[in-house]
């Protein structure tokens, strides 16, 4: 099975590192808008083999069976639905879009082509998110608590006034979008939908927000609050809240570790950690088996929690 990637960051570095796990791909091309650039992230891998490409409707039309997508955010959307039109498997990188209409338009446009389409979001992927689901379940959960505080490596540029990347108004949109995707669709994934939403959000001179505090209720009554900031470092976990016990999570963005604790002192928390050391491998392996079973009925469930997520987003974003 061939494939292709857009972008060089470290995400896709992180990308090809899960896929060396799956004997049946082939790193096939690589496009860049520069071919030096291309062939500076490939010779960074040692990898002679992969073809590069300048292109983007080269891209779409080559022998690859799909394409992982992660160029800047606001470009998501333009690149997936060319390569969706041209009858291309697609792995999308999250956000998926910034707009709920451009990724219904896009789940439209990969029923109507009999192609696979999945947002790239590892945390909802991982197997053991399986056990937080059945605790949930099985325990009266009323609340959670996800924290999510991340201190960009841009923040001395920001400081300066320099806006770029995921800081970027129109390509990046801030912590709203390239941060808080996170907790929120592990919110909708767990919780169901989202019937109200209250936010309050920081922002930076260009608009672009740096931190937003949100609280969500859910069809199902369950409340989620969410802190989610590039301007700041966390070292509290988070928390599913369920009377007498609550489940805390490490790292919810890859849902490395978490903890079911009990308020019996004595009963001593099961702690439970990820299999794989490259939470990418959980996704890759879901987008893989849609695309040999041809399953476009779980596609579609994967494909209404990130548009869920997406219309939950823009929500926060607007607030003011």
């Excluded at 960051?9 to 590192?17: H, N, P």
């Excluded at 789940?107 to 605790?135: C, G």
């Excluded at 959960?141 to 505080?149: G, K, R, T, Y």
Aim: charged share 25%; glycine share 2%; net charge neutral.
């Amino acid at each position: 099975m061939k494939f292709g990637t857009i972008g060089t960051g470290w995400i896709v570095k992180k990308f090809l590192d899960a896929a060396k796990n799956f004997k049946e791909l082939e790193y096939s091309v690589c496009y860049s808008r520069k071919t030096e650039t291309a062939q500076k992230f490939l010779n960074e891998l040692n990898n002679v083999e992969t073809a590069v490409i300048t292109d983007l409707e080269q891209l779409a039309k080559s022998d690859c069976d799909f394409i992982y997508v992660a160029s800047p955010n606001g470009l998501h959307y333009q690149h997936a639905k060319l390569l969706l039109e041209n009858s291309k498997n697609v792995i999308l990188e999250k956000p998926a879009t910034f707009k709920v209409e451009e990724i219904i338009e896009l789940k439209n446009l990969a029923n109507q082509n009999k192609v696979i389409l999945l947002e790239a979001t590892k945390s909802i992927h991982v197997e053991e998110l399986k056990i937080i689901e059945d605790f949930i379940k099985q325990e009266n959960v009323n609340s959670a608590v996800f924290n999510l505080n991340q201190y960009s490596i841009r923040m001395p540029n920001v400081k300066q006034g320099i806006y770029n990347s995921v800081f970027d108004f129109e390509l990046g949109k801030g912590s709203s979008f390239d941060l808080n995707v996170y907790p929120v669709e592990l919110a909708v994934k767990l919780f169901g939908k989202v019937k109200e939403v209250k936010a309050a959000n920081v922002r930076l001179e260009n608009k672009v927000a740096i931190l937003n505090y949100s609280i969500l209720v859910h069809e199902n009554n369950i409340v989620t609050s969410i802190t989610c900031s590039k301007n700041n470092y966390q070292t509290i976990n988070s928390q599913i809240f369920a009377e007498d016990k609550n489940i805390e999570i490490k790292n919810i963005t890859s849902i490395d570790e978490f903890a079911i604790n009990n308020s019996i002192l004595r009963v001593a928390p099961l702690v439970i950690k990820n299999k794989k050391k490259n939470a990418m491998w959980y996704q890759l392996n879901d987008f893989i088996s849609l695309i040999k079973n041809k399953d476009f009925v779980k596609m579609n469930e994967w494909l209404d929690i990130t548009i869920e997520t997406i219309r939950v987003l823009g929500i926060i974003e607007n607030n003011n």
